[in-house]
């Protein structure tokens, strides 16, 4: 998305990075954060790497103060927030070789190819959150490792799209606490990240309860939402680029195994802290909702 467009689509406080008023706003920030990292040391409640990137990347700045308005001292409590956040969702720890192979089996998360725009998406198939405890916490951790993952790796405003494909949803994926975690992360923890949040194909009989969603939705947030079928999506995402197994037409697997993840019998038990019982739940509930996955994930 070349600036100019993304400038003339934001809210009017959104300037230019080379503004001078917002070049000072982010060394005001800057140095309140300093003082309060001096205050703290050494037994820092943060992730080093995090301090780190706030003071070479401007975009880890400058994102809150957009999110604020340019309230200096505002963006510096929400950055506090993101800091301490990070930490305890111990992102600098997560690795792809934390999650068991079944997950990345089940195609429910994956980044595939680009939006029209040339920039990356991230699509989450909503039929395999279910509102069961130990599989929605670890699936949850799944998707926020990946959410992090295109925050970090891109750094700049509106630098990539999240697909929320609604095919195959059920009464059983209805999940608000899911959504209101979307919605926080997206706000508070991530702002300025996500360039859009396409719902796909919603089925008719949920069309009433998305309508009430919305009044969970910041008016911010509500600017984001994107809602396509198949004759639609095109606006967005050229469906050659979209994998089949939502209706795309692309040729190519959506599914990449990373290299040393583990079976849910191994690393399910080391780092989700599951049990035999729990390990074969999430085994049963994935293989169940896809043909092919069932015929991949055995339980």
């Not at 925050?151 to 608000?176: C, H, K, M, P, T």
């Not at 049990?275 to 994930?297: F, P, Q, S, T």
Request: some cysteine; glycine content about 4%.
């Amino acid at each position: 998305m070349s600036p100019k467009r993304l400038y003339n689509e934001a809210p009017k406080y959104l300037v230019p990075p080379d503004d001078e008023n917002l070049i000072n706003c982010i060394n005001k920030v800057r140095e309140q954060l300093d003082q309060h990292f001096t205050s703290l040391e050494p037994d820092l409640p943060y992730l080093i790497n995090d301090i780190n990137k706030l003071r070479t990347c401007d975009f880890e700045v400058r994102r809150y103060l957009f999110q604020t308005n340019l309230d200096v001292n505002q963006a510096v409590e929400m950055i506090k927030d993101r800091l301490t956040w990070r930490k305890e969702m111990s992102l600098d720890t997560l690795r792809y070789q934390k999650f068991p192979i079944e997950f990345y089996q089940s195609g429910g998360i994956f980044e595939f190819k680009t939006d029209n725009d040339g920039d990356p998406v991230l699509y989450v198939r909503s039929k395999f959150n279910v509102n069961i405890e130990i599989l929605s916490k670890s699936l949850r951790q799944f998707l926020i490792f990946f959410m992090d993952k295109m925050d970090q790796r891109f750094s700049r405003e509106r630098s990539w799209g999240l697909v929320f494909d609604a095919q195959g949803f059920g009464w059983n994926n209805i999940d608000f606490d899911f959504l209101n975690l979307i919605i926080k992360i997206l706000k508070y923890y991530m702002p300025w990240s996500v360039k859009y949040v396409v719902i796909y194909e919603i089925p008719w009989f949920l069309e009433s309860i998305w309508k009430a969603a919305q009044h969970f939705i910041p008016e911010d947030g509500k600017r984001l939402i994107r809602v396509y079928n198949k004759k639609t999506i095109g606006e967005t995402i050229n469906p050659i680029n979209m994998p089949k197994v939502i209706g795309g037409l692309s040729p190519d697997n959506h599914i990449i195994i990373p290299e040393g993840v583990e079976p849910a019998t191994v690393i399910g038990k080391i780092e989700l802290g599951l049990n035999d019982e729990d390990v074969y739940r999430i085994k049963k509930h994935l293989a169940k909702l896809d043909k092919e996955m069932g015929e991949l994930i055995k339980v």
